[in-house]
């Protein structure tokens, strides 16, 4: 199973900003940080997400066919999260709704490029 996920950004402060914001709605938390990342969850026996500056000084990139998932709770919870990351500066990547009979996302970009997705089942 998946413990964390990591995500490089070029701006630290205004991606950990972002995250903060998005994953404090859910209420995560930064559970451990550096100079270089910044990793949040809401509970150590949670999965967590990880803000990376790239170990081998490159810039950060978007990985094509790459993305996170974040569970929800209900499609109310996605709809609302969706809404906050796109206020936040995320970019829209699919509006949230239903996708099939038992499935509800709805998929953003973050300031880096990095694509996400907040979902439920239904």
């Known amino acids: ?12 402060e205004k991606a950990a900003a972002f ?5 404090g709605e859910l209420g995560a938390k930064r559970m451990m940080e550096g100079e270089t990342f910044i990793a949040w969850s809401a ?3 949670k999965p967590g997400i990880g803000l990376i500056k790239p170990f081998n000084g490159e810039p950060a990139t978007v990985g094509n066919g790459v993305m996170v998932a974040i569970a929800c709770d209900k499609p109310e919870t996605v709809d609302r999260l969706h809404k906050k990351a796109l206020e936040l500066g995320g970019k829209d990547e ?29």
């Open 94 to 122: 699919g509006a949230a709704g239903p996708r099939g009979e038992t499935f509800y996302a709805g998929y953003f970009r973050d300031p880096d490029g990095n694509k996400l997705n907040l979902f439920c089942m239904t």
């Open 43 to 45: 509970g150590m026996d």
């Open 1 to 12: 199973m998946i413990g964390y996920v990591t995500l490089g950004t070029n701006d630290i």
């Open 19 to 23: 995250y903060d914001a998005l994953l």
